[in-house]
């Protein structure tokens, strides 16, 4: 079992930027992948960013340029920088965690006002 914890979130204007930080503990494989993904009000949950352990990454095209998704291995803590937030980015922003498995967090919101 892997259980998630997550901080940061919350509520910024447009142009503005947060920073998204979630800890892994549990069973954690030292070959990983870890992530962001968000689920808005009646939309399905979409990939934001993944990271694995070989630091190699991929990022949602809408987010590319904005968001830096980075990780401490040592640590087991995943960190997504959000900048030039938009209000489309509004939703709950999920961690996860995968190795043959997906686990996630419990979200964190985060609303962008116009």
């Known amino acids: 079992q892997v259980q998630l914890v997550e901080s940061g979130g919350g509520l910024v204007q447009a142009g503005g930027s947060l920073k998204l930080s979630c800890a892994a503990s549990?069973?954690?494989?030292?070959?990983?992948?870890m992530g962001w993904y968000r689920q808005a009000p009646g939309k399905q949950r979409e990939l934001v960013a993944t990271?694995?352990?070989?630091?190699?990454?991929n990022y949602k095209d809408s987010v590319k340029g904005r968001f830096t998704i980075s990780r401490d291995n040592a640590k087991d803590t995943v960190t997504l920088q959000m900048n030039s937030l938009k209000p489309e980015d509004t939703a709950v922003y999920y961690c996860?965690?995968?190795?043959?498995?997906?686990?996630w967090g419990q979200g964190t919101q985060v609303t962008v006002s116009s």
């Open positions: 549990g069973s954690i494989s030292s070959i990983n992948i």
């Open positions: 990271i694995a352990t070989d630091g190699s990454a």
């Open positions: 996860s965690y995968s190795k043959l498995k997906r686990y």
